[in-house]
Antibody, heavy 121, light 107 residues
Framework: EVQLVESGGGLVQPGGSLRLSCAAS????????MNWVRQAPGKGLEWVSY????????SYANSVKGRFTISRDNAKNSLYLQMNSLRAEDTAIYYC??????????????WGQGKLVTVSS | DIQMTQSPSSVSASVGDRVNITCRAS??????LAWYQQEPGKAPKLLIY???TLQSGVPSRFSGSGSGTDFTLTIGDLQPEDFATYYC?????????FGQGTRLEIK
């Protein structure tokens, strides 16, 4: 059974940093691209970042570029999101999601349960 | 960026009804579109991709159609567990973008 379990969320002050982790199991982690998707309270879904299976290609939403860093450790079956210079508008539930690739396009076929990040003083 | 616009934003229906939710892309995305269902307090669940293929385990009362800029999610014979929020997502180009969501409520 595919499982994605996020950890590391919590309350942080504006300008602070936080690192999210996503532990994967039930599939060959090194064979899949992975993503982070977030959802502000009561709002819709926003794609944040993706990383290919080897880590060779990475992309970010403009809203987080230069502040967030995605990475992965295939030996540990883990995905990470380092979040720096956090702002109030980064407050959201953060989901890790596995990418199903079809002809270069990505859909999210499995999601973690999500982790709440709250940026507030 | 490609903007995705869903309509309606919310809809009320009864068990057994048939409902259509539409999604329009600001530019052509071929068939690179997915539909997700999100129940309150839960992660989204992939229903259909690309455009019309049902994800494994999704009931056949769900169907998707469309290509280019206009897409439709149809839910036939609504069941109590279908009352949730639905999102479309384009996968044609980065950044990946979602529609604003359609809340399906019980009448």
């Amino acid at each position: 059974e595919v499982q994605l379990v996020e950890s590391g969320g919590g309350l942080v002050q504006p300008g602070g940093s936080l690192r999210l982790s996503c532990a994967a199991s039930g599939f060959t982690f090194s064979g899949f691209s992975m993503n982070w998707v977030r959802q502000a309270p009561g709002k819709g879904l926003e794609w944040v970042s993706y990383i290919t299976s080897s880590g060779s290609t990475i992309s970010y939403a403009n809203s987080v570029k230069g502040r967030f860093t995605i990475s992965r450790d295939n030996a540990k079956n883990s995905l990470y999101l380092q979040m720096n210079s956090l702002r109030a508008e980064d407050t959201a539930i953060y989901y890790c999601a596995r990418a199903r690739k079809i002809s270069g396009s990505y859909f999210f076929d499995y999601w973690g349960q999500g982790k709440l990040v709250t940026v507030s003083s | 960026d490609i903007q995705m616009t869903q309509s309606p934003s919310s809809v009320s229906a009864s068990v057994g009804d048939r409902v259509n939710i539409t999604c329009r892309a600001s530019q052509g995305i071929s068939s690179w579109l997915a539909w997700y269902q999100q129940e309150p307090g839960k992660a989204p669940k992939l229903l259909i991709y690309p455009a019309s293929t049902l994800q494994s385990g999704v009931p056949s009362r769900f169907s998707g159609s469309g290509s280019g800029t206009d897409f439709t999610l149809t839910i036939g014979d609504l069941q109590p567990e279908d009352f949730a929020t639905y999102y479309c997502q384009q996968a044609n180009s980065l950044p990946i973008t979602f529609g604003q969501g359609t809340r399906l409520e019980i009448k």
